[in-house]
């Protein structure tokens, strides 16, 4: 009997410490969460405050609207049948753009990032064009294309094409050359050491620029309805403007950062989903 009370102590304890690290996690996760909450609950009462209290210091917050007027107004917008048009039209913008860009840059990215030749061929040209703000295409694209949902479209292409493509140029370059020794050396070919070993070492590098050129889309879209769009989140948020309908303007903005919020974590989603190798290492930790 003595002699078992080791081994029964040794089966439990990993029982024991799974369970102890599920109670950590669990912790972590509610504190994470009470954390979130309370900031979000603060922003609004410091709002509310400033609103109805008038405060002026350096910014005057006379003229912007109560966290309660905007709920009033975002009640009436729901039930308008146009707040769906504008939602359903930038979404499919953002939807074609983004998805031209992330297509393009990646594929230029990884050629960039692996052939020196291709590096020379076309990264200067592309680094001319980098700092140009999609802002400023505007007036070339409403020359380019025929129609204004083509140059919008555009806009959301170059605001989301640069970061991609940086990002996957030096996910590919800071890779380890050692690993590309080794795969050769067990016999992958170049087809093989492209697939196996630069774009699952690239990858973590080209999900984090296809988070930031999201977010740099939505920029350049909402910037891009409300100067020659007829229908979105942008042109709504400046039509408010125009119409002297601040609680809608507030209504607009947040609107945008939803669905850019929405749109950046179903990006991670899905690159956790494609690297079970890196979610399985940060759950590790």
């Known amino acids: 009997m003595n002699q078992t009370l080791p081994e029964f102590a040794e089966l439990i304890q990993p029982v024991r410490s799974n369970s102890t690290a599920k109670s950590d996690q669990a912790r972590r996760l509610a504190i994470s969460w009470t954390l979130r909450v309370a900031s979000i609950v603060l922003c609004l009462f410091l709002w509310q405050a400033a609103s109805t209290q ?22 009436q917008i729901i039930q308008s049948p146009k707040v769906l048009g504008h939602v359903v039209n930038s979404v499919r913008r953002i939807f074609i753009g983004f998805s031209l860009a ?5 594929g230029l990215g990884l050629l960039i990032g692996r052939f020196r030749v291709a590096s020379y061929a076309l990264l200067a040209p592309l680094e001319i064009l980098r700092p140009i703000p999609a802002v400023a295409w505007i007036p070339l694209a409403i020359l380019m294309f025929t129609t204004a949902e083509g140059s919008m479209i555009y806009i959301t292409f170059v605001g989301a094409f640069f970061p991609i493509l940086l990002n996957t140029v030096h996910g590919v370059q800071n890779l380890d050359g050692r690993l590309i020794v080794a795969s050769r050396t ?5 087809v093989a050491v492209f697939r196996e070993v630069i774009l699952p070492g690239a990858l973590p590098a080209i999900v984090t620029g296809l988070s930031i050129g999201m977010g740099t889309s939505w920029f350049s879209l909402v910037t891009a309805e409300m100067i020659s769009g007829q229908f979105g989140i942008g042109y709504f948020t400046w039509e408010s403007y125009t119409l002297q309908n601040y609680p809608d303007i507030v209504v607009g ?6 669905l850019g919020m929405i749109s950046s974590w179903l990006i991670r989603l899905v690159g956790n989903w494609c690297m079970p190798w890196h979610r399985l290492g940060a759950n590790t930790v």
């Open 54 to 75: 008038g405060w002026h210091w350096i910014i005057q917050f006379q003229n912007v609207p109560a966290p309660t007027e905007v709920v009033q107004a975002t009640e």
């Open 102 to 106: 992330a297509v393009l840059a990646i």
């Open 186 to 190: 067990l016999g992958a070919g170049p």
């Open 253 to 258: 903005m947040i609107a945008i950062g939803v």
